[in-house]
Nanobody, 123 residues
Framework: QVRLAESGGGSVQAGGSLRLSCIPSGITIRQYNMGWFRQAPGKEREDVAS???????RYVDSVKGRFTISKDNTANTLYLQMNDLKPEDTAMYYC?????????????????WGRGTQVTVSS
């Protein structure tokens, strides 16, 4: 059974940094398309960043230049480095994986999703 476990969330002040980790069980991330997503209270879940199995990266405009998605195939871990955090980044952050297509918040039925890790940014 495939499972994903996120960690690294926390509470920081604006301008601070956090690094989220997503550790899967049951899959080898090198072979999967993976992504980070977030959902703020009262809002829909949105795509944040993705990395295809071939290495192509994508970011939502609001995090470009501040967030970096990466994966360590040896450690079998997906990361999201978040710098210059803003209060509007406050949300529950999720990772997801799919073997054939990019996971997306618009189609949560596709892929495997973790339970999330909370990020809170205070002003």
């Amino acid at each position: 059974q495939v499972r994903l476990a996120e960690s690294g969330g926390g509470s920081v002040q604006a301008g601070g940094s956090l690094r989220l980790s997503c550790i899967p069980s049951g899959i080898t991330i090198r072979q999967y398309n993976m992504g980070w997503f977030r959902q703020a209270p009262g809002k829909e879940r949105e795509d944040v960043a993705s990395i295809e199995s071939g290495g192509t990266l994508r970011y939502v405009d609001s995090v470009k230049g501040r967030f970096t998605i990466s994966k360590d195939n040896t450690a079998n871990t997906l990361y999201l480095q978040m710098n210059d955090l803003k209060p509007e980044d406050t949300a529950m952050y999720y990772c997801a994986a799919h073997p054939f297509t990019l996971p997306t918040a618009a189609r949560p039925e596709f892929g495997t999703w973790g339970r999330g890790t909370q990020v809170t940014v205070s002003s």
